[in-house]
């Protein structure tokens, strides 16, 4: 009796069931995500100023739109862009530093209220922001007759605002990547004679680099992309943020200038790209040293 003999299946169908899919829905994916990107690049270049002029990509291209808005006295975009990287730098910088101070205490230290204090921090973060958007203004217009400076119309105010929102979740993202260093390390520190304050800045801190650079880099590009605080709370033009501002350009549908908006959005993104790209390093970099450690 004969046996039948296994159809040997070509090299490239191989390739397709093992890895080749995997190509296929990367190069899906990615071009379902850099189209917006390349219709906004294409519409910053386009003179006519209109969405509809763009539809055919970089059908004209110019840098018109890019002078325009940058020496366009109603929309003072260096001032605006200026503040953005201002409020969003000091809210990234100081939401990773008092959230590593809150998850250290909270991973290391044993207090009353502790497991409350993390039960609280999950619970408040379940409401958006948004809801609270009236009380903020209240509590901002009351804050600003005693101390002009946190304020409405006020950057300090609207950095504050930005802390307490994001204090929550990145110290709860926070917590769990500090329970996984190993306590052993703090106990043989402070049986040398280093108290909590050394500790965390010469030996837990390097250790949980990436995701100090993780909770930076988020902060800052939500710091950078948020409209709806920072409307209400700024109200001059010389201290809004590009979010708000660049919303000016096309407020108004019949004179919208979509082409000077999508220019000054490219503009935007461009510290946001530098960051992750400068983070980078540091994120992979911290891993690979975690895990050799």
Not at 9 to 25: A, E, L, Q, Y
Not at 34 to 43: N, W
Not at 80 to 102: C, D, E, P, Q, R
Not at 142 to 157: E, K, Q, T, V
């Amino acid at each position: 009796m004969s046996t039948p003999i296994a159809r040997r299946r070509s090299p490239f169908r191989r390739w397709i069931v093992d890895t080749g899919w995997r190509h296929i829905v990367g190069i899906a994916v990615l071009v379902v995500a850099m189209l917006p990107i390349v219709f906004v690049i294409s519409s910053s270049l386009n003179p006519s100023g209109t969405l509809t002029g763009s539809n055919a990509l970089f059908s004209a291209i110019g840098f018109d739109s890019y002078l325009r808005i940058l020496n366009d006295p109603n929309a003072p975009f260096l001032d605006w862009f200026g503040n953005t990287l201002l409020i969003s730098g000091i809210t990234a910088v100081l939401t990773v530093f008092l959230g590593a101070l809150a998850a250290y205490a909270f991973s290391r230290m044993r207090f009353v209220g502790r497991r409350i204090g993390l039960i609280s921090i999950v619970v408040v973060q379940m409401f958006p922001q948004l809801l609270a958007v009236v009380a903020i203004f209240l509590l901002l217009s009351a804050l600003g007759d005693w101390f002009p400076a946190i304020g409405l119309n006020s950057r300090i105010g609207l950095i504050m605002v930005y802390l307490g929102g994001a204090l929550g979740v990145n110290t709860y993202l926070m917590y769990g990547f500090f329970n996984t260093i190993p306590t052993s390390i703090d106990e043989a520190a402070r049986i040398d004679g280093a108290g909590h304050a050394r500790v965390f800045f010469t030996i837990v801190l390097p250790l949980v680099t990436p995701i100090l650079a993780v909770v930076a880099l988020l902060s800052f590009i939500t710091s950078v992309n948020e409209f709806v605080v920072a409307s209400v709370v700024l109200i001059d033009s010389d201290v809004q943020t590009l979010a708000v501002g660049l919303t000016k350009l096309v407020s108004n549908p019949r004179y919208a200038d979509w082409s000077a908006f999508s220019a000054g959005a490219v503009m935007a993104a461009i510290p946001v790209v530098l960051l992750f790209l400068f983070l980078q390093k540091y994120i992979v970099g911290g891993l690979t040293a975690g895990a050799v450690k």
